[in-house]
């Protein structure tokens, strides 16, 4: 089986979810009459219908903590320049946060002061591992 190439990545990440076997069956029952293309459709539009249903009442959060929702790209470009500039980078990002695979893992302390990622970060190993020790570092 091929590997993926790095400039193709996913939108998407896997989760694994227990489910009663009632519960199982109605969803089956459901997708079967036609209501849904398959299990996981189902199971995305019940998430996004809670996401919904609670975005009121965690907006103000998004805006206290100063969130960015989406994609954030971190280039070696972006690092370096703060680097050179002696600035620190607060990264808050609820989705993907992607660091450039050209990024050297002795960047990260010299750049990134904070970082909380609720969602998904891409990078290569030895940045994942620099982004870990620089979370526990300073008390994150």
Not at 86 to 113: K, Q, Y
Request: charged share 30%.
């Amino acid at each position: 089986m091929a590997t993926p190439s790095p400039a193709r990545v996913a939108d998407t990440e896997k989760i694994t979810i227990n489910l009663g076997f009632v519960d199982l069956g109605r969803i089956d029952l459901l997708v079967r009459e036609g209501f849904y293309a398959s299990r996981s459709d189902l199971i995305r539009a019940a998430i996004r219908a809670q996401l919904d249903r609670h975005d009121a009442a965690v907006s103000p959060t998004i805006i206290r903590e100063d969130f960015m929702m989406g994609l954030r790209d971190v280039s070696r470009s972006e690092l370096q320049s703060l680097a050179d500039a002696h600035e620190m980078l607060d990264l808050r990002v609820i989705g993907l946060a992607r660091f450039a695979s050209d990024i050297p893992a002795e960047l990260i302390p010299a750049t990134i002061r904070s970082i909380e990622i609720l969602g998904t970060i891409q990078a290569t190993g030895e940045v994942k591992k620099a982004l870990e020790a620089c979370r526990h570092s300073k008390g994150r």
